[in-house]
């Protein structure tokens, strides 16, 4: 290991044990049911899932259970530390790599995202665009869709490179959100998505 390497493995240590600190201290607070909490940049974010965010979230997760099978890892609102300092996100819906494991801590690796999709929510949306998509592509995160239920959109983001995704592609409700040349190889239909 080299003195660059140690030194990037020190200071992913100490995020995380400050990640873990600060959502311990979360898990003591009273968050009202039906929040969201989750740390951008070291700033607390608390959202109230609204149905129409649940829907959407719920219909990419069974899109994705139908193309990859119920036993595939697809995950939602679950803490997953990503690149930068103290990003503990906890995306609306990840897909995993086939064969992804827990680490020692019982932690999911970003390393084995393949797939995150964001419903937002007029609160964090400038996270979903600004700090989380950078986060993603530093991530190498090969698909990042937004889902945008205010203005009837969908974003696809695709072939990260140097914290940002090289193609961003538009699509609006009703269209096909096309990934069939992503190492996902997956579409996934809009026209269910409901709008706010």
Not at 85 to 98: E, F, I, Q, S
Not at 132 to 146: F, H, Q, S
Request: with cysteine; proline share 6%; glycine share 8%.
């Amino acid at each position: 290991m080299t003195v660059l390497e140690d030194r990037i493995a020190m200071a992913e240590s100490d995020n995380t044990r400050q990640l873990d600190e600060m959502f311990q201290r979360l898990e003591k607070m009273p968050v009202p049911e039906g929040y969201k909490v989750e740390i951008v940049e070291g700033a607390i974010y608390m959202s109230p899932q609204r149905g129409v965010h649940w829907e959407t979230i719920l219909l990419i997760i069974e899109a994705l259970r139908d193309r990859f099978g119920r036993r595939s890892k697809v995950l939602s609102d679950v803490r997953m530390d990503f690149p930068g300092c103290l990003n503990g996100y906890c995306p609306d819906v990840a897909k995993l790599r086939d064969g992804a494991e827990k680490d020692d801590e019982g932690r999911w690796a970003y390393e084995d995202v393949e797939f995150v999709a964001e419903v937002i929510s007029k609160d964090t949306a400038k996270n979903d665009y600004g700090p989380k998509k950078t986060a993603y592509a530093l991530a190498g995160v090969p698909v990042y869709v937004i889902a945008d239920p205010y203005v009837g959109k969908c974003h696809l983001f695709t072939q990260p490179k140097d914290g940002d995704y090289v193609c961003d592609l538009s699509i609006t409700y009703g269209g096909v959100v096309d990934m069939t040349a992503t190492p996902l190889d997956f579409t996934l239909a809009t026209d269910m998505f409901p709008r706010d």
